[in-house]
Each structure stands twice: as structure tokens, then as C-alpha cells.
């Protein structure tokens, strides 16, 4: 099983459609993916059908302890989406309660870490959709995760959302033995404004070695997708945002292959 986690601190930069592209493209291959919802305004939740006010069970009952981590406990948290190989916990808006909270009891930031151990044997990968907010919901992904993804929008203010994000990565592999992977996406790209082309190259000046060399483009089939509920790729199999993450997930296998060598 691997885990990838989509984070920034920053809301609107194309996390969750992150999630969504990459797990629609996981499952085309044959991979069986899992889901996991931390983000308190719970739109990966939605997208899929699911009302994180109203959710009987969410990430937030595993959280707070009243569901246990063990396999039958975090089995009962499965939901189904739009596509039969992907799986989902969604979130519940009680996970803002829980956001800002220090982690207080040792190991609370484990917890995701731990549960996901429980569905080693039934998943392949595991795409967690993290919120904008540093607390223990994101150091809960950023621990679990072997990789991360950071999509930045391409304009300035983004790259300033950006640093803040890089900040948290650097204190997290203090504590973390193995230092966490990272990956920044440019996102909502359109090559006819100088606000994405500047921007562009200044995220290649400054992270030549963590920048992804596709680029999501703008593309209004992402928001059609979300409408209906489904996956993109299963909206449409050759738009230009599919196929940009297609060729995102290509480089992604080969460099874990890579690593593993
Ligand atoms: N590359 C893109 N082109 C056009 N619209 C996009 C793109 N990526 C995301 N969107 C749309 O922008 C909105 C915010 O994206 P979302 O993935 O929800 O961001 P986040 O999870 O970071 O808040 C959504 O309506 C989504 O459909
Ligand atoms: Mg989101």
C-alpha cells in the first residue's frame, strides 16, 4: 500500500481535484484506492454524494476514538464513490472541533497512520485530501504519507502560501526519520496570462528539484466532473486536465519505481 498525501495551506489551488484526478487514473490501471477525506469542509465528501453535516460515520469518529482502530472498526468507515475500485472515509464538519487542538495525547497524530495499517491488505493506494489549516488533521496526513503533493496555483499570492507550506514540510522531518518527498504542482495554468507564466518560471528558479514538470492547465471539465460526481477521467477520458494528470501520475510511478530501486 502507498500513500500519498495532497496538501498546502491554502484553500482553492486544486487539492481536492487533485485527489479526484489522480485516484480516477490510480483505478483505470487496476489499482484499488482508498480516500480519506481530512479537510473539515469535507468537498471530497460532497463530491461524491455524501453531506459531511449529516455523515453518520467519518474520519472524526476515528479521531475522536469512539470508532476502533482496528480492521473491522476502520473497515466500517469504507463508503462507496462513483467508481467501484475507489473507496472512501469521508470527512464530517465535527473535524473542525478537532482542527486547531493541540496534539495533546501522545500519538494523536499517528491515528491515520495507524488505522490505514489496518487496510494494508486491501488497498493499493491511499490519496489523502489534507486542509489548509496546520493542525493535528494535517500532521495527521503529513505522517501517514511516504509522498507528498503540493499544488500551487500559478499566481503570486499563491507562491507566498507556498513558503508557508515548505515551513511546516522542513518541521515535520525533524521529528520524521525518514524524510518526507515532496512534490509542487503547478496548477490552473493558462499560458495567456503573464500572472501563470511568471509565476511558473519563478517556481522553477526556486524549487528546481521539487517541481513537477507538468503543468495542470486550466480546464472547465474539472467543475463538470464535480457536478455530476464522477471522477474526470470518467467524464472525459482526453481533456487536456486528464491528460495532464495522467502524465503527473506517469512520473510519479516511475520515480517511486526509482526510489524503491
Ligand atoms: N485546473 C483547473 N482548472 C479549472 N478549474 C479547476 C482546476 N482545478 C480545480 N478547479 C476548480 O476550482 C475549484 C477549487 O478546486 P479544489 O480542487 O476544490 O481546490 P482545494 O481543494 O485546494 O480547495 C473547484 O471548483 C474545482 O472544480
Ligand atoms: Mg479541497
Redesign the pocket.
Known sequence: MRVWA?A?Q???????????SLAGLLAEVGYRVLLIDL?P?G??TSYFGYDPDEVELSVYDLLSGDVPVTAEGVTGLLRNTSHDSIKMIPASTALATLERKAISSQGMGLMIARALKQLDSQFDYVLI?SP?VLGVLMVNALAACEHLLV?VQTEFLALKGLERMLRTIHMINRARKNKLQYTIIP???DRRTQASVLSLRELHHQYPHEISNTV????????N??IRGVVPSDLDTSSR?VN?YARLLRTLLEQQKREAV
Open positions: 495532497v498546502n491554502k484553500g482553492g489551488v486544486g487539492k481536492t481535484t487533485t485527489v479526484v479537510d469542509h468537498s471530497l485530501d489548509p499544488p496548477t490552473f495554468y495542470i492547465p486550466v480546464d472547465t471539465k474539472f467543475r466532473a464535480s486536465g495532464a
